[in-house]
């Protein structure tokens, strides 16, 4: 069974600082899609990165990138330059072939100003 | 634009009543999806359809149903609403079940049982 864990359900940071998010997975697949998700304060859910276990390349999108560690199933956000809209929770989710997402428990990022 | 929208951002129902949720989404999206959304918990998935008239059980279907008689909605039912069915819900739709397409989600229901 796949199970994706995020072992910090709150940080806070100040506004312009980076910020590094922590995920880890399981999963007995090679190949399956790994997301963080961002869900601000009464405001929908939104795809942040995306990264693809078979590419080595760690994804990036704009001030967002990740560090995926394929070996040790590891799968962090970095967030540069942080802002005051970057709060909000964060959703680390797996998804490998058809499946269904499994998501982690999340992580509620304050920054302050 | 992909657009989700869910019936009520707020809701209040008794024990015992039937509940109704209603998700739609406008992009022809063939999969839909219904979790529900708890503190500590993240999201957990209750049904999905992969298309019209299709459903599936998700992790925790008891005490839910759906329904998809269109490709755009998908609803989901709680027969004999529980205080601990008090939780936001969320929608989501994904173009189909092959590859890595992204899920869109709706803004939530936010359903209190008392």
């Known amino acids: 069974a796949q199970t994706v864990t995020q072992s910090q359900p709150e940080m806070s940071v100040q506004e312009a600082e980076t910020v590094t998010l922590s995920c880890t997975y399981d999963t007995s697949e090679n190949n399956y899609y790994l997301f963080w998700y961002k869900q601000p304060p009464s405001r929908q859910m939104i795809l942040v990165i995306r990264?693809?276990?078979?590419?080595?390349q760690n994804a990036t999108e704009n001030r967002f990138s990740v560090n995926f560690q394929k070996a040790a199933k590891s799968f962090s956000l970095k967030i540069s330059d942080s802002q005051l809209g970057d709060t909000a929770m964060y959703f680390c989710?797996?998804?490998?072939?058809?499946?269904?997402?499994?998501f982690g428990q999340g992580t509620r990022l304050t920054i302050n100003p | 634009d992909v657009k989700v929208t869910q019936s009520s951002r707020y809701l209040v129902k008794r024990t015992g009543e039937k509940v109704f949720l209603e998700c739609v989404q406008d992009?022809?999206?063939?999969?839909m999806f219904w979790y529900r959304q708890d503190p500590g918990l993240g999201l957990r998935l209750i049904y999905f359809s992969y298309d019209v008239k299709m459903k599936e059980k998700g992790d925790i279907p008891e005490g839910y149903s759906v329904s998809r008689e269109k490709k755009e909605r998908f609803s989901l039912i709680l027969e004999s609403a529980s205080t601990n069915q008090t939780s936001m819900y969320l929608c989501a739709s994904r173009l189909r079940r092959t590859g890595p397409h992204e899920q869109y989600f709706g803004p939530g229901t936010r359903l209190t049982v008392t």
């Open positions: 992009m022809d999206h063939e999969n």
């Open positions: 989710a797996l998804i490998q072939g058809a499946q269904k997402l499994v």
């Open positions: 990264q693809e276990a078979y590419k080595q």
